[in-house]
Every structure is written in structure tokens, then in C-alpha cells.
């Protein structure tokens, strides 16, 4: 299960009342201020997602068991449209997960519109036209943090296959590791 919340007043639960990754962010979102979200799953564990992106609204920490404990990934069923895992639109902290298998037209595994703070997270197998991993854009200054990530084997079909980052954005990247991406300009 997922623990969603500092001190939640609302309920975790989807349509069969259960607390999924969903659900969580969804009451995540309804409320004002900063929530947490914590997973309380056996490892390792895989969450693979059918519905389309993860969007934050409102600010979140989202905090898994490690990158390799924790996959966080889009279906690969024909059946499933192609989305993007997250799109952050207010601060989001990113900690001890894995992105998979993204695919959109801007930022495949992750579009950050805000500050966000990436941890111990592995951006793998996305794709997109630009940032295949992630893309960050916004209309407000950003400076993001990547720190202690992998960010590998992500495509673009233009511009940033590891990490597109628009005019304003500002990230900062440190002991991180960013190979086996491509594009046609800026693989990394």
C-alpha cells in the first residue's frame, strides 16, 4: 500500500478503494501544502501504469524504497496509448524509483515545470522529441535538482535524449551518471 499524506484528512482510494500510486496523488493534489507519499510495498516491486501521466498539482514528495526496489512504468501492452510517467507542475521532490518506459512528445519519462528535486532515481527507456528522460520548461526561473540518479538508454527524435532543458531552467546535476542516451542534437 501507499501511505498518501502529512496528516491527511482525506482518503487514499481508488474506485475499488484501494490506495494506489494514483489515488494518492490525486488526494495529494486536493490539498493545499506540501504531502507525502511513501510506499509500503514488498520489493522489488514494479508499478505499471495503464491510465496515463502521473500529474502533480500541488507540492508533493514523493519518497520510494530505492531505484532499484521501485519501478514506476508505463504499460507495454499494445493496448496502452502512449504518456509520459510525470508531470510536475508544483515542486515535487523525487526520491528512490525507477522511470520506464515514457513516451511523449515533450519529456517521455518526465515533464518538470517547477523546482523539483530528483534523488536516487533511475530515468530509463523514455522517449520523446525532445527530453526522452526528462524535460524541464516553465514560464517561472527554475534551478532543479538531479543528484545521485541514472539517466540512461533514453531517445529523443530531436533535441535531448537524456535531459532537454529549456530557456529559464537551470538544473544542477552532480554525482549522477547520464549514458547510452541520443538525439539528433544533445544525446545526454
Not at 40 to 58: F, N, Y
Not at 114 to 121: G, K
Not at 167 to 186: D, E
Request: glycine content about 14%; charged content about 15%; overall charge positive.
Amino acid at each position: 500500500g501507499l501511505w498518501a499524506g502529512a496528516g491527511a484528512g482525506g482518503i487514499c482510494a481508488d474506485a475499488a478503494g484501494k490506495c494506489t500510486l494514483r489515488a494518492a496523488i490525486a488526494e495529494s493534489n486536493a490539498r493545499i501544502g506540501t504531502d507525502v507519499i511513501i510506499f509500503d510495498v514488498p520489493v522489488p516491486a514494479v508499478i505499471t501504469l495503464t491510465l496515463g501521466e502521473l500529474k502533480t498539482t500541488d507540492p508533493v514528495s514523493i519518497l520510494g524504497r530505492g531505484a532499484r526496489r521501485l519501478t514506476i512504468q508505463r504499460s507495454s501492452s499494445n493496448s496502452v496509448s502512449n504518456f509520459r510517467i510525470f508531470h510536475f507542475v508544483a515542486f515535487a521532490d523525487l526520491r528512490g524509483v525507477t522511470i520506464r518506459n515514457g513516451f511523449a512528445a515533450v519529456g517521455g519519462g518526465i515533464l518538470a515545470e517547477a523546482y523539483v528535486i530528483f534523488y536516487d532515481v533511475a530515468i530509463t527507456g523514455n522517449r520523446a522529441s525532445s527530453g526522452g528522460g526528462i524535460a524541464f520548461q516553465g514560464s517561472e526561473a527554475s534551478y532543479p535538482i538531479i543528484e545521485r540518479c541514472l539517466i540512461t538508454a533514453n531517445t529523443a527524435s530531436q533535441l535531448g535524449g537524456g535531459i532537454y532543458v529549456a530557456p529559464g531552467m537551470y538544473p544542477s546535476v552532480k554525482s549522477s551518471t547520464l549514458t547510452n542516451n541520443s538525439a539528433v542534437a544533445g544525446g545526454a
